[in-house]
Nanobody, 122 residues
Framework: QVQLVESGGGLVQAGGSLRLSCAAS????????MGWYRQAPGKQRELVAV???????NYADSVKGRFTISRDNAKNTVYLQMTSLKPEDTAVYYC????????????????WGQGTQVTVSS
């Protein structure tokens, strides 16, 4: 019933910028938290940044000052502006929606996007 569709990944040189977008669609009433996670080869998935419906944010220490997360609640869309990219930012980036209330369903749910590849060359 709910889909997250990411876009904006790609190949960029170190020091460059990319902007990721993720749109949630479906019979959504509201979403508590939206965010981005990433997984590099051979590593566990890790939090990059999250944003609540009231606009409060949380960032991984490794991206503070370089990445900015934002959200359009009316469009159920979350963005990740990435600047000063480093080779160690290379990973598959996954969009996440948590605390999702869906029409006709009880409870709150968590959804993941399919992932988008970000590759930073040195």
């Amino acid at each position: 019933q709910v889909q997250l569709v990411e876009s904006g990944g790609g190949l960029v040189q170190a020091g460059g910028s990319l902007r990721l977008s993720c749109a949630a669609s479906g019979n959504i009433i509201r979403i508590n938290t939206m965010g981005w996670y990433r997984q590099a080869p051979g590593k566990q998935r890790e939090l990059v940044a999250v944003i609540s419906s009231d606009g409060s944010t949380n960032y991984a220490d490794s991206v503070k000052g370089r990445f900015t997360i934002s959200r359009d609640n009316a469009k159920n869309t979350v963005y990740l502006q990435m600047t000063s990219l480093k080779p160690e930012d290379t990973a598959v980036y996954y969009c996440n929606a948590d605390g999702v209330v869906v029409n006709s369903l009880l409870g709150k749910y968590r959804y993941w996007g399919q992932g988008t590849q970000v590759t930073v060359s040195s």
